[in-house]
């Protein structure tokens, strides 16, 4: 009997750090993070990044930059995509900003306030 609940031990605990490693590489891959911010400024000439605003689902960010530039960054895999957007293409929704002009992307959990906050005098002194 004693082996019979050690070896289902084991199995449980195998079965648990199998879970445990999926989880942790499905969150890594499509992960936009803290690199944002450097994949703006690397994928459009003379963009200067403020600040990166990450989506709570960590799939998309919008980076507020300088004179009133702002990008989308997008994870494709493990890849960061980069592209400058209109202000007039984001659209506040109660979910996050909606992103158009193109394919349409949410950036889930970033409202208009994080966006002020992000830009600060900086957007101020110029819209």
């Known amino acids: 009997m004693t082996a019979t609940l050690w070896s289902v031990a084991a199995a449980l605990v195998a079965a648990v750090a199998g879970v445990a490693v999926w989880w942790w590489l499905r969150g890594r891959g ?26 709570d689902d960590r799939r998309a960010a919008l980076v507020v930059g300088r004179h009133n530039r702002v990008a989308l960054v997008t994870a494709r895999g493990r ?11 984001v659209r506040a929704l109660p979910g996050g900003l909606r992103v158009e002009g193109g394919r349409p992307v949410l950036v889930a959990g970033v409202n208009v306030l994080d966006v002020r906050r992000a830009g600060g005098a900086e957007m101020r002194r110029e819209g």
């Not at 992960?31 to 990450?54: I, K, N, R, S």
């Not at 890849?79 to 293409?89: H, I, K, T």
């Open 79 to 89: 890849r960061l995509s980069a592209r400058e957007v209109r202000w007039q293409d």
């Open 30 to 55: 499509g992960a936009v993070g803290d690199a944002a911010a450097l994949a703006a400024a690397g994928a459009l000439p003379g963009f200067a990044a403020l600040e990166a605003l990450v989506g």
